[in-house]
Nanobody, 121 residues
């Protein structure tokens, strides 16, 4: 079994910063792409940022220049550094990973339970 657990969410004023963390644990052989998604009330879940196993990154236009995704392959961690936060960044943020299971070597997509980020204006 593979688990993703996010942490670091909370309440912050507009213009502030937060750092989200996502820890992958369990029966892991390898981790491919890791992503951060978010879902605001009444809206569809959207991709915020992604990072490959080699460190290549991509970002939604709405967060470019403000958010930075990174990963620590030794610790099976992925991070999202969020700066210059805006009220419209308020959402539940989810970690997502394409992970190869140690037991059967199948690659599957896993999701964390989400962490709430609230930006007050």
């Amino acid at each position: 079994q593979v688990h993703l657990v996010e942490s670091g969410g909370g309440l912050v004023q507009a213009g502030g910063s937060l750092r989200l963390s996502c820890a992958a644990s369990g029966s892991i052989f390898s981790i491919n792409n890791m992503n951060w998604y978010r879902q605001a009330p009444g809206k569809q879940r959207e991709l915020v940022a992604g990072i490959t196993s080699g460190g290549s990154t991509n970002y939604a236009d709405s967060v470019k220049g403000r958010f930075t995704i990174s990963r620590d392959n030794d610790k099976n961690m992925v991070y999202l550094q969020m700066s210059s936060l805006k009220a419209e960044d308020t959402a539940v943020y989810y970690c997502n990973g394409n992970i190869q299971d140690l037991r059967d070597r199948w690659m599957r997509i896993y999701w964390g339970q989400g962490t709430q980020v609230t930006v007050s204006s």
